[in-house]
């Protein structure tokens, strides 16, 4: 079992929309969802992160001294580590350390339900590791050529290096494999004038319950040509007969490192061909502002900001009582406003209990109606 013992930094670098304390609480739970034990946490206030160990000295100190009484044996650090912070971090602590990339890749890894989703997440944690692995050869390769060094007697570390290159090399042909199956298809799909909706939305906020309760109701007409869909795009048929895609996508998350967005930048663009993006919300969230705004930024930076769009809020069964109770509701508290309901952009679900499904089915047949009709002027 992992004891795990939580530290962020709060710094002038910092996103001042977070705090550091909200930070770490997400941090916890993701620790948590991967199976530790959150023993302990703190935050350093510093003007900017130590370039050598990430915390101070004297913070460090503070740790080794707390090992004893929380029985730790792992420090999970809430922002990405560079390989030095780590290294120099191991074999002060003597314990496992791990960052924000690992822990949020390692979730990705436990949530990819696709084949093209699990060779993303595993080409971003070979991409992660190769400059991390260190270890007992480094001394040997300090020393350079010579004795030992030749022919067959190349070190470890470069054998490990060459295996992981080969690695992310395979890795990186089957993506594109997969990649251009994916362009025929999404040729075919064209031709058939389909529209697609995409789930989009922070990390738990209920995308795939979503999915999983808008496809319920209905019988998955097998169709040849949506054979070839993953387990995360459905065909689903409308109230008034008209069908459309839905897709369920990578959870968002605040600190999402670059390195993971380019990962999977073949899913993120298939939302660009998204002719209507559903942005699930956990309203229950005490951060859901936070997690709101996080993904608009996200939205924006793969220039999708002039999709339309339905605000989705989820989890309403843990305000409300009953699905008659929500679809009295009239104004909804978001962002700091007061929002009306009766508004063609938003629904009000519980997507675990299934409220609110048929409201929304009308809010996407109205939308994909005008699209569509504006598309034939
Ligand atoms: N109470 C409640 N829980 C929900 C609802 N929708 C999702 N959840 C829970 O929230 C968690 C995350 O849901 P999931 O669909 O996996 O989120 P995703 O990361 O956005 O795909 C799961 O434990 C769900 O059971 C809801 O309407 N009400
Ligand atoms: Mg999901």
């Not at 298809?185 to 808008?214: D, M, Q």
Request: net charge neutral; charged share 25%; hydrophobic share 40%.
């Amino acid at each position: 079992m992992e004891r795990a013992f939580l530290v962020a930094v709060e710094s002038r670098m910092s996103n001042h929309r977070w705090t550091s304390n909200d930070s770490l609480q997400e941090l916890s739970s993701l620790a948590r969802a991967a199976g530790a034990d959150v023993v302990g946490m703190f935050v350093q206030k510093l003007d900017a992160p130590s370039s050598t160990h990430y915390i101070g000295r004297g913070k460090i100190a503070e740790l080794v001294n707390r090992k004893q009484e929380a029985q730790y044996n792992t420090v999970i650090f809430d922002d990405e580590l560079s390989p030095r912070q780590q290294r120099n971090l191991e074999e002060l602590l003597q314990v496992k350390i791990i960052d924000r990339t690992a822990l949020i890749l390692d979730t990705f890894a436990r949530q990819a339900r696709t084949h093209e989703g699990r060779l993303q997440v595993e080409l971003a944690q070979h991409q992660y590791l190769l400059p991390r692995l260190v270890g007992q050869w480094k001394h040997l390769e300090r020393l350079g050529a010579g004795i030992g060094t030749r022919g067959p007697g190349e070190s470890q570390l470069e054998t490990d290096r060459r295996l992981i290159r080969n690695r992310i090399n395979r890795l990186k042909d089957e993506l594109e494999n997969v990649r251009r199956h994916r362009a025929l298809y999404r040729k075919r799909r064209k031709e058939r004038a389909v529209p697609i909706v995409a789930l989009v939305g922070y990390t738990n906020a209920g995308k795939s319950a979503l999915f999983n309760a808008l496809s319920k109701a209905q019988v998955i007409v097998e169709d040849k040509l949506f054979s070839t869909l993953d387990p995360v795009t459905r065909c689903l048929t409308l109230p008034n007969g008209r069908q459309f895609l839905i897709t369920d996508t990578v959870g968002f998350i605040h600190k999402l490192p670059l390195s993971i967005v380019v990962s999977f930048r073949a899913t993120l663009e298939e939302l660009s061909e998204a002719d209507l993006l559903l942005h699930v919300v956990d309203i229950s969230h005490e951060t859901a502002a936070n997690q709101c705004r996080t993904v608009m930024e996200i939205i924006a930076e793969l220039h999708l900001e002039h999709t339309p769009r339905i605000t989705v809020f989820n989890k309403l069964d843990l305000t409300l009582n009953s699905e008659v109770e929500l679809e009295a509701l009239t104004t909804i508290p978001y962002l700091g406003e007061q929002i009306v309901v009766p508004d063609g952009k938003i629904a009000l679900i519980s997507a675990t209990k299934g409220w609110g499904m048929d409201q929304l089915r009308d809010r996407i047949t109205s939308h994909l109606d005008n699209t569509l009709m504006q598309g034939e002027h």
